[in-house]
């Protein structure tokens, strides 16, 4: 399947209980040879009606975001783990049987984009993507190298949006974005550890941090 068969299929997409309570299918949105690609957990109530995804509260959170580190949303390939909205209010986590079938629109996506680096947001786009399950408090903030690319975990938008405190580290986390994004893409399966310094003196590669 490519790219386009993807967002065709999903456009229409039964594939999995999640199809009942969307309005509108979120399948992302970017440019196709974006080298930050960013994935959230679900599309909320305000995705659902744009059928696009971060809007409302959490994109403009996202636009400082990026606009903190000299980026703009266009530039960017932005999706979920899953494209289309659970229910409730706010709108439970998606179920592992219900990422697992939205998972091959969203290896297309990366396969089609390959980024330099991911961007997961949240506990669950973290497990998803880095294959791991160390809770996120531990691996938050480190790149992860798989697949030439890095995933960089962080914290949730919507957790951000509450938190004063959380919101501090997403802005911290997001601010090493320019350095990974400048980075050589790994070439093994090590631990890129980068602090947020002048390249000076720094170790680009730390093998072993897991
Ligand atoms: S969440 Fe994904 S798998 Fe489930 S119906 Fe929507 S597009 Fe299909």
């Known amino acids: ?12 997409c039964t594939r ?47 636009d400082r975001l990026l606009a903190s580190v000299g980026m703009r949303r266009d530039q960017v390939y932005l999706t979920t783990l899953v494209k289309c909205r659970p229910p409730g209010t706010p709108p439970r986590s998606p179920r592992p049987s219900e990422v697992s079938s939205c998972r091959p629109y969203l290896m297309v996506q990366i396969a089609a984009v390959d980024p330099r680096v991911i961007v997961a947001l949240g506990e669950l ?32 938008l919507r957790k951000a949006l509450y938190t004063p405190a959380d919101r501090a580290l997403l802005i911290s986390d997001f601010g090493r974005l320019p350095e990974l994004l400048a980075a050589e893409r790994p070439a093994t399966y090590e631990t890129l550890n980068v602090p947020h310094q002048p390249d000076d003196g720094r170790e680009p590669v730390q093998p072993g941090l897991w």
């Open 1 to 12: 399947m490519d790219f386009a068969e993807a967002q065709k299929e999903a456009l229409g």
């Open 16 to 62: 999995c209980a999640l199809s009942h309570s969307r309005t509108r299918v979120v399948f992302g949105e970017g440019p196709l040879n974006a080298e930050l690609f960013i994935v959230g957990e679900a599309p909320g109530f305000n995705e659902d009606g744009e059928g696009s995804p971060f809007q409302g509260a959490s994109g403009m959170l996202l």
């Open 125 to 156: 786009a973290t497990r998803v993507l880095t294959g791991r399950k160390d809770p996120l408090s531990r691996i938050r903030g480190r790149a992860v190298p798989l697949d030439g690319r890095y995933v960089f975990p962080t914290l949730s």
